[in-house]
Structure formats: structure tokens, C-alpha cells
């Protein structure tokens, strides 16, 4: 058998030849955190199942995981090979150096961070990746900054975006203030995880207690708009594009706000805030936008979270592998827009018992790969 | 009053609107009027061919298909 570069050409018994109509696919390793398929679902599971049913290419997958329970370490046809990594808060230098150790055995080419509390590590780290010839398609940290939820009503003035009104407070006693610039029912936040809504100022005690135990401060308090709440999941080019956006309502929520089931819309107004953000910001890379739309037909955004939700399979499901087209635009590929995704798609969780060996847990815990 | 043109429904009459991710099912009575809106019928001709083909009186007709538009109107599945 001959190969060229992208036709495989067969031999056959009486010396013809054939060229068979099969492009050669190129095959990327592809490095993927968020592996926590758990009921507040990380995208890394998502992501690696879009990977797998990318056209353009065959993949090798390398899982990043944090905890050692995360289920995607286990899961079958998901990782080919699993390491676990130390978490930002012990430091970039760290993690930095488990990624090059890692990527002296599996020779990386483009990596996917899928957690808001690594992001700005990866981002600032974008060089670095670079000089090991790691790939990744995210945005710029002056793009990642300003839409922060403590910042968001300032980007919705410099972008003309409908943001509800918020503040930032960092200690017990600004709660007393937040009646005169409030109304009631508020929405108590922390900085990248967990919103609440709370009542009466006793109830904003309780969960600012509650999320600066777990993620610190500041905290947001955010006005509540009476509504429904709509998500986009969106690709930006980082030139003004949109690779593509896929609209979705939730239909089952989880105690923890989370999408245990969903359904493509097909509001084009959320197509048009979509399209009309990232052409201002100039958007690379994945996001998430959650909206309230009002019974007034107002638009309201809540929060833009600047990567691939957990819910990105839907979108693959409607048309649009985003993350292929992620994969293609972070290796410079040129890749064109989607025209169209499917309206009335749906999506519903599940959860599903799987049989581990206490062996795969030891070897996880002991070496740190599986 | 006509249904938004995005409005799907199905033969079984599971109505869809993609606007909101709302599904509803409709009854046979609700299926024929809708039916009746998409193909641009007037209300005049939705009553006589409901007054002719059911046993019931225009008042009555027209009273419960008012309220049946107020419903969808409420649902915002009328233009």
C-alpha cells in the first residue's frame, strides 16, 4: 500500500490500482480539563465526546483532572490517557510544570481548559504554551477581565448592552447599605461560582457566608430581573466572527441551577446580541451567555462566561461542532462560519452507575495517571 | 388575529414555539381552530364550520373560541 498525503492508494491482486475516496485524516492529541460529569457538570466530557465526531480530524485525547473522582477519568471511549494536574490556587509555575512533563510524553497540540478558575492561569500562560508548541484558542485577558461579573454593568455601557444593575461588596457590613440601592428579591453571587436569590438582608447574610467560605470575596449582588432565563453558546473568531451560536432554554433544573435538560431556540434577537458582542469585543474563543428575556421582549445579560458551557453537546447535536471548530481555529486553521443549526433540538441528562476497580483509584492516587 | 408563522404543530397537536422553547398540547377542538388560523380562515368561517360539522350554537362557539384566543394571546402564540 502507498500513502499520500491524503488519499490512501490500495493495491490490488491483478496490479491496478485504486484510489480510494478516504481522506486521510490528520490525528491532534488534544489535552482536555473538566472532567467532573457530575450533577454540576464540568464540559470536558461534552467536549471530548464533539472531538471524537469531529470530520476533520482523529483525535488523542489527554484528560486534565484535578480530583481523583472525577468521573471522566473512568469513563469508557472518553480519555486515552489521563493525568492529574495540581489546581491553579498552588501556583502557575506548578501547573506549568506538570503540563510540560505531560507534554514530553504525549507531544500535546492544542489544549481546551474548561473551568472558569483556571482560565486566567492559561490565558496569562498562553506564551509559555506556546513555546512548547501547545495550542490553545482562548480569549485575550483584557476580553476575559472585563466581563466579570463584579465589571458587567460597565461593559454593558461600553458595548450597549442591557446588564442589570449590580455592586461588589467584600464584608458583612456593606449588606446594610444594599436596601438603598436595591430592591428586593436580590441575587447574592460569588465571583466565578453559585448565585442566590435572597429575600430580606438576613438571607443575603446567610449566603455571602456561604459562598465567601467557598470561593472567597468579593460578592456580587446582582438586581433581579423577573424573566426567563436563555443561554447561547457561541464561538468568536477573535477578528469580529462568529464561528457559531446556538440559542437554548433549560426545561429541568437541578438544585443547583444547573441544565439537566434543555431545547434549541430559534429567537434570532439572541442570535443578533450574540453576533453583535463578539463582533464589538472581537471574541476568541468559546462562551456562554446567559440572558433573561423579560415579558417586555427585553434582553437582559446576567453573565458571559468565557469558555464552552457543559451543555455544548446540544449545539453538536443541533449542527455546530463548536469545539472541532474550536480545535481547527487554535491550530490557524481557516474555518467557516455555520450557517444554520437545528431548532427543537433537545437534551436530557442522566445518570449511570459505573463499575470501577479499586486498582484504577490506586494507580490515579498513587502516580497521578491512568 | 393569525398564528406566528414559526409556530409548529404537529398532526398528534403538540404545539411548539421556537421563540420560547414552550410546548403545549392541544385538544381535537384546538387543533382544528389552529389548523383553521394557519390557513388564514376567518373567525366566521372557523364558527360555521364548527357550527356545522359539532353540535353546538354560534354564542356558544364564539364565546369559548374567544377565550381560547385570549389563552394563545396570553402565550404569545398569535402576531
Known amino acids: ?370 | 388575529m393569525k398564528i406566528r408563522k414559526n409556530i409548529a404543530v404537529s398532526e398528534n397537536g403538540f404545539l411548539f414555539d421556537p421563540n420560547t422553547g414552550e410546548s403545549f398540547s392541544l385538544n381535537e377542538t384546538g387543533k382544528q381552530i389552529l389548523k383553521m388560523m394557519k390557513e388564514n380562515k376567518s373567525e366566521e368561517e372557523i364558527s360555521d364550520w364548527f357550527s356545522t360539522n359539532y353540535e353546538v350554537d354560534k354564542i356558544t362557539f364564539e364565546n369559548n373560541f374567544n377565550d381560547f384566543i385570549t389563552v394563545l394571546q396570553n402565550y404569545r402564540i398569535t402576531e
Request: overall charge neutral.
Open chain 1, 1 to 370: 500500500m502507498i500513502s499520500l498525503p491524503f488519499f490512501k492508494i490500495t493495491e490490488l491482486q491483478n496490479n491496478t490500482y485504486i484510489k480510494k475516496a478516504i481522506l486521510m485524516k490528520p490525528k491532534y492529541t488534544i489535552a482536555v480539563t473538566g472532567l467532573n460529569n457530575t450533577d454540576n457538570p464540568g464540559p470536558g466530557v461534552p467536549v471530548i465526546r464533539a472531538l471524537r465526531e469531529a470530520n476533520a480530524f482523529d483525535v488523542r485525547i489527554i484528560g486534565l483532572a484535578y480530583e481523583n473522582l472525577e468521573p471522566g477519568i473512568y469513563m469508557e471511549n472518553i480519555t486515552d490517557k489521563v493525568y492529574q494536574i495540581p489546581y491553579p490556587s498552588s501556583g502557575s509555575d506548578e501547573l506549568l510544570e506538570r503540563i510540560k512533563y505531560i507534554n514530553n510524553k504525549e507531544k500535546i497540540n492544542v489544549l481546551i481548559p474548561n473551568f472558569d478558575a483556571e482560565l486566567f492561569t492559561f490565558i496569562k500562560s498562553a506564551e509559555k504554551l506556546n513555546k512548547m508548541e501547545i495550542r490553545t484558542f482562548l480569549p485575550a485577558i483584557k476580553q476575559f477581565e472585563e466581563r466579570h461579573k463584579s465589571v458587567l454593568p460597565e461593559f454593558g455601557k461600553k458595548y450597549g448592552l442591557d446588564i442589570p444593575f449590580s455592586k461588589t461588596i467584600t464584608k458583612l457590613s456593606d449588606i446594610n447599605n444594599i436596601q438603598y440601592e436595591f430592591e428586593y428579591p436580590v441575587l447574592v453571587k460569588g465571583q466565578f461560582y453559585d448565585a442566590y436569590l435572597a429575600y430580606n438582608p438576613a438571607q443575603v447574610t446567610e449566603f455571602f457566608n456561604k459562598i465567601s467560605a467557598k470561593w472567597g470575596v468579593p460578592i456580587i449582588i446582582q438586581e433581579f430581573i423577573r424573566g426567563t432565563e436563555v443561554n447561547v453558546i457561541a464561538l468568536g473568531d477573535g477578528e469580529g466572527n462568529t464561528i457559531g451560536a446556538v440559542p437554548m432554554r433549560k426545561q429541568y433544573i437541578t438544585d443547583k441551577g444547573k441544565a439537566w435538560g434543555g431545547i434549541t431556540l430559534g429567537d434570532e434577537n439572541l442570535i443578533k446580541i450574540t453576533k453583535n458582542l463578539i463582533k464589538n469585543t472581537k471574541w476568541r474563543g468559546g462562551m456562554e451567555l446567559e440572558i433573561i428575556k423579560t415579558h417586555a421582549d427585553k434582553y437582559y445579560i446576567i453573565e458571559i462566561n468565557p469558555r464552552i458551557p457543559a451543555w455544548v453537546y446540544l449545539a453538536v447535536g443541533a449542527g455546530q461542532n463548536l469545539p472541532e471548530a474550536l480545535v481547527k481555529s487554535a491550530l490557524g486553521e481557516k474555518v467557516e462560519p455555520f450557517k444554520s443549526y437545528d431548532v427543537g433540538k433537545m437534551f436530557i441528562r442522566y445518570s449511570y452507575d459505573l463499575i470501577g476497580d479499586i486498582s484504577q483509584f490506586e494507580k490515579f492516587s498513587l502516580t497521578g495517571e491512568l
